[in-house]
């Protein structure tokens, strides 16, 4: 049984990694708090669901889809909306985020109400070594993985990558380097918004979707980004792994109604012990 909870942890702490990669991304970089981050997680799971169930597309090519086009929304949100304060005290972003998400999620539940709508898959399960492994949780693990492995490579070795990196060390240097840097924002914000729909979407292959969840993933994607490091790819990836682990032992030992609150009573000892999280570089950002 100690084998098949550490198999459950490893699962969803995957889909927690690419959930909250956007969520640090961004911060890094713009070094503003995306409120919006869960929503857009919500809509990405919306439009996972949508096109497969009206399409007859199949979940996979639904959710590229969604990371598609929830990459122009974020683009275009960045672009024209917080670009304009995104030199403002961090206050200041943070509360317009938060208004805006307001907004999308009514919208949200005018559109589509609080029913929760899921994609309804059963492939079925295989076992390895005695653990039962869900098909489609290790579909949206995959799907999880290799987008976040994807964009760690593209930061390390494009040149759009690199430049994203010079504008988060130092702004003024990069602009001084020919730079571009309200439009490295607007790519760095478009793909923080497309991880967040990836993660939607491979959220739609496990689990219901509501847009009441939003607040659900906005409060994970801290805990991860704290626990693993804000700021670092690495980290959510950590973080990730870390509070899916946590959650899956918790389950058992207090029950699955106290799993959330294991996780932030970590995240709490975590910033007394070693603010910088786990993997992250003190005095780094």
């Not at 492995?149 to 390390?156: D, P």
């Not at 130092?170 to 439009?183: C, F, K, N, S, Y």
């Not at 914000?189 to 509501?210: D, K, N, R, S």
């Not at 607040?215 to 801290?222: E, I, R």
Request: with cysteine; charged share 5%; hydrophobic share 55%.
């Amino acid at each position: 049984m100690l084998a098949q909870y550490i198999a459950n942890g490893l699962l969803i702490g995957s889909l927690y990694a690419c959930l909250a990669v956007g969520f640090s991304l961004i911060y890094g970089v713009l070094s503003i708090i995306n409120v919006m981050h869960g929503t857009f997680v919500v809509l990405g799971a919306y439009i996972t669901i949508y096109c497969s169930q009206y399409l007859g597309i199949s979940p996979l090519i639904a959710a590229l889809i969604g990371c598609a086009i929830m990459f122009v929304f974020g683009y275009l949100t960045q672009r024209f909306l917080i670009n304009e304060v995104v030199a403002a005290p961090i206050f200041i972003s943070f509360t317009l985020t938060f208004g805006f998400d307001l907004l999308l999620n009514n919208a949200m539940i005018h559109a589509f109400t609080a029913t929760p709508r899921s994609l309804l898959l059963d492939y079925g399960s295989i076992t390895v070594a005695g653990i039962s492994l869900s098909v489609a949780r290790l579909g949206a693990m995959v799907l999880a993985l290799v987008l976040t492995g994807v964009l760690y490579w593209l930061l390390r070795h494009s040149q759009m990558g690199r430049a994203i990196i010079a504008v988060r060390m130092d702004r003024h240097a990069a602009t001084l380097l020919g730079i571009r840097v309200p439009q490295v924002y607007a790519i760095t914000f478009g793909i923080g918004t497309l991880m967040a729909a990836a993660a939607g979407g491979a959220m739609a292959l496990v689990f219901p979707i509501t847009p009441l969840l939003s607040g659900t993933f906005l409060g994970k994607s801290f805990v991860i980004c704290v626990l693993g490091g804000l700021g670092s790819v690495p980290g959510a990836l950590v973080g990730g792994f870390a509070l899916g682990l946590l959650e899956s032992f918790g389950a058992v030992a207090f029950g699955a109604q106290w799993s959330a609150t294991v996780g932030f009573a970590l995240m709490i000892v975590v910033l007394v012990l070693r603010p910088s999280g786990l993997v992250g570089r003190k005095g780094f950002e």
